[in-house]
């Protein structure tokens, strides 16, 4: 099948050709026919980089009247990068339906410039959630001549928290709209909308739902806390060609990952939530460009990267939310190429894999961290390769060679090989001179008697802090922060127990005292941390710590809830209050 059969008008049809398509991809194939008529909601399953954009962009774009001048749809999306990139992308397609404006709005930039794009008579807004609700409350989006309300990345919005924001637009917008939702997953929070707010959608899945592109290798390595950022340098230095893109948890970790990967050498920079508009475009520049060779991001910031050939996602963290697994691996593998997704774990993050499989429908397989004589080995071959298919421009270079030849002239074959080649190879040299295995080659039971929480260990002492999985931690994060603030190894700290609003963690007895007074009035992710030694063994501590803070949150509940029941009295005696 060909665009030409879709049924899209001479003008889309043009600027298609123009821009290179022929071929519709699976879920353009799918959808682009349904919504062409303009009478179905839609629900659209499919893995990031599969053409999703062009499958609703097309039809909108064909559907909306250019000659009235008010906002006709709405294109809502998590993030402004995503948010720029389908305005680009839409822009490209419109390009012969003039006088068609699309205008984005989004947070972070001046609102009073997006009003006056708006008020000119845009037909078609593409908008984060935030943005497009504020402007609907001030009445610049009059909404009751919107016929299309699409949600792109909808899983992501959800992940987000912008579910509220998302009720509220779709409350807002005419019953008569259509609502086409496409997302790479599928979870809970979509399926309320879609039973709420739309009426009998088409349902499309490319693939089962929630699973991966078929075309990724899946590689996860286990290695010890301390060893995460050089684990990390191994696996760019094992691949000359890297295009990739790092994942961090946190904007302070992706700054200084990136920040010590490009004092090392290396073409890196971070993409994170801290940077201005001007600073995300001059990153995204580079990275598309193909001048910046590794970009260090986090989730959030991720969403907007709508480039191809990308060859590595490298998972410096594994992501809090599982199904967050599938949209960062989907940036690798796109338009049917094939990809890497590597996973950097530590032992105690092992257990949450089997999850990540069963979510994401994929395949993990544990890997080795390469040894420092492998990566020599391959970045060796890769400058000889480079230098023996260099381009030689004789006729050019003819009159420098005498120069050539009588600075080197003194040096025999052997020897000039030697000192072109160490020009880039001496850095790996010196890199991986005396390098150790990082691999963890075994992962304790998790019923050994360190591991196991319903055992009193004597030569352990546990503590409670007052944050849990609510703060958006996770084990390594912990680690971390002890590691930090204490000066102890990762060995010599146990189990940790993390749970909804606390969490507890053993150290060995002989540097408690040390964890005690080093972690006192500190920090956590910028979240102040209150930590106290339990004297109890684990499983009492656990129970009676968890019983009071539940208690306490209970009592709070009740308290709300009787409030709200609690009839409102308006007293006639002003001077009774």
């Given amino acids: 099948m060909t665009f030409d059969e879709l049924g899209l008008n001479p003008k889309l049809l043009k600027a298609v050709h123009s821009l290179g398509f022929t071929t519709p991809t699976p879920i353009q194939q799918a959808a682009i026919p349904d919504l062409l008529e303009g009478r179905s909601d839609l629900v659209g399953l499919a893995q ?40 680009a992308d839409l822009k490209r397609l419109a390009c012969y339906l003039k006088p068609l404006e ?19 008579g845009a037909q078609l807004i593409v908008a984060t959630p935030g943005r497009l609700l504020d402007l609907m409350h001030r009445g610049v989006v009059p909404t009751s001549q919107i016929r299309f309300v699409v949600l792109d990345e909808a899983d992501e919005m959800f992940t987000m928290g912008f579910q509220e924001d998302i009720d509220e637009i779709l409350k807002q917008t005419p019953d008569t709209r259509r609502t086409w939702l496409f997302s790479a997953t599928m979870p809970a929070a979509a399926e309320r909308i879609a039973k709420t707010y739309m009426h009998d959608p088409i349902e499309l899945s490319m693939g089962q739902r929630n699973m991966g592109a078929e075309n990724i290798e899946h590689i996860y390595y286990v290695v010890k806390e301390k060893d995460r950022y050089i684990a990390l340098k191994r696996l760019i230095d094992f691949e000359p060609d890297i295009y990739g893109l790092v994942f961090c948890r946190t904007r302070a970790e992706t700054r200084t990952v990136a920040e010590k990967l490009s004092q090392e050498g290396y073409n890196a920079e971070a993409l994170h939530g801290d ?18 060779h590794i970009l260090v991001a986090t989730d959030v910031a991720a969403r907007g990267i709508d480039v191809e050939d990308i060859s590595h996602v490298i998972h410096y963290n594994l992501p809090d939310d599982t199904e967050r697994y599938t949209h960062r691996s ?14 950097l774990v530590n032992s105690r993050e092992v257990h949450r894999l089997p999850e990540i499989e069963h979510r994401a429908g994929v395949r993990l397989k544990r ?70 295995d990082l691999n963890v080659r075994t992962v304790k039971s998790k019923k050994s008697a360190w591991k196991s929480p319903e055992k009193a260990d004597k030569n352990v002492q546990r503590f409670f802090i007052n944050i849990g999985r609510l703060d958006n931690i996770n084990e390594g994060a912990i680690v971390r922060w002890v590691c930090d603030k204490t000066g102890i190894r990762s060995k010599k700290i146990g189990q940790i127990n993390l749970k909804r609003e606390f969490s507890f963690f053993d150290v060995d007895k002989q540097v408690a005292s040390k964890v005690l007074h080093g972690l006192k009035n500190t920090k956590l992710e910028n979240r102040s941390v209150s930590i106290k030694p339990v004297e109890n063994s684990p499983i009492e501590s656990r129970r009676s710590y968890g019983k009071s803070i539940s208690k306490k949150h209970s009592s709070r509940s009740n308290r709300r809830h009787r409030a709200q029941k609690r009839p409102a009295y308006r007293c006639a005696d002003p001077r009774r209050g």
Avoid: W
């Fill in 275 to 292: 940077l201005s508009q001007d600073q995300r475009n001059r990153v995204m520049r580079g990275f598309r460009d193909r001048t910046l």
């Fill in 48 to 87: 990031t980089g599969t053409g999703k954009t062009a499958a609703f962009g097309l039809p909108i774009l064909q559907l909306i009247d250019p000659r009235k001048a008010m906002a006709q749809g709405v294109v809502i999306c998590p993030t402004r990068e995503l948010c720029v990139q389908i305005t």
């Fill in 102 to 120: 699309i205008v984005p709005v989004y947070g972070g930039a001046g609102m009073a410039n997006q009003i006056r794009q708006i008020k000119r």
């Fill in 330 to 343: 989907g940036r690798t593998a796109r338009a049917g190429k094939s990809g890497f997704s590597l996973m």
């Fill in 367 to 436: 890997g080795e961290i390469p040894q420092g004589r492998d990566i020599c080995e391959k970045q060796l071959l890769a400058i000889v390769k480079k230098m023996a298919a260099v381009e030689v421009k004789h006729s050019d270079i003819a009159d420098y060679l005498p120069l050539v030849h009588k600075a080197l002239g003194n040096f025999c074959k052997e020897e000039l090989i030697q000192r072109f080649v160490s020009v880039e190879f001496n850095r790996f040299l010196n890199d991986y001179r005396d390098s150790s």
